[in-house]
């Protein structure tokens, strides 16, 4: 058990381009989530995955993001158009169903967009 | 709209003293409650997790929860520089699909 990783861990681009972030869960646990965190406040839920099945994604997020677990492994999140207020800590969790759900964070991706 | 609700500090504790933060959530039939520790800088860190009335003991942590009232807890025993940290609570209320609703934390400092 190595723990969630993801990556990059930051990540400076320029207004109006895309980034693409990756997550990789604790190898046995089938359910994924990513959240986006800016400071001071808790994390906010943006999806989650249930094996390779996107099952819920949060109203607040627009169209210009979009994620993905292909094989049900790890996952990818992008972000197009990026802009400033973007910016934040992008976590990703990962849990195993019948455990008690509990999530497991990596230690994140910090977007600055500038 | 379902909320959990935290006091956001500073909460400033002598060492070796116990430190109790606070959560309340809104949803009466959330049946998970989660605490969590979040270093500057950081990604949270699980350190409990408790379903059920009444206390949970890990070491020198302690959760307690309150169904009836609606507020769960978290006391940290023999306070130690190092406990200096955010701490968020996050709930898990019915039909959520095991999304967790989170607080904002309680930043923690403990003075030596």
């Known amino acids: 058990d190595t723990g969630v990783s993801q990556n990059p861990r930051h990540k400076i681009t320029k207004r109006g381009q895309n980034v693409t972030f990756r997550c990789d869960p604790i190898s046995e646990h089938n359910r994924l989530y990513w959240y986006r965190q800016t400071l001071g406040q808790g994390p906010e839920f943006l999806t989650y995955f249930q094996n390779e099945a996107q099952l819920e994604k949060s109203r607040l997020l627009s169209d210009r993001f979009s994620a993905e677990r292909p094989k049900g492994s790890f996952s990818t999140l992008e972000i197009q158009r990026t802009e400033q207020g973007d910016s934040a800590m992008y976590l990703c969790?990962?849990?195993?169903?019948?455990?008690?759900?509990?999530?497991?964070f990596g230690p994140g991706t910090r977007l600055t967009v500038l | 709209q379902k909320e959990v609700e935290q006091n956001s500090g500073p909460l400033s504790v002598p060492e070796g003293a116990i430190a109790s933060l606070n959560c309340t959530y809104s949803?009466?039939?959330?049946?998970?409650f989660f605490w969590y520790r979040q270093y500057s800088g950081k990604s949270p860190e699980l350190i409990m997790f408790i379903y059920s009335n009444g206390d949970k003991e890990d070491g020198r942590f302690t959760a307690q929860l309150n169904k009836a009232s609606q507020y769960v807890s978290l006391l940290i025993r023999d306070s130690q520089p190092s406990d200096s940290a955010t701490y968020l609570c996050a709930v898990n209320p019915p039909g959520s699909n095991y999304q967790l609703i989170w607080g904002a934390g309680t930043k923690l400092i403990i003075k030596p």
């Open positions: 949803d009466r039939g959330s049946q998970s």
């Open positions: 969790a990962s849990s195993l169903k019948g455990s008690g759900d509990t999530q497991y």
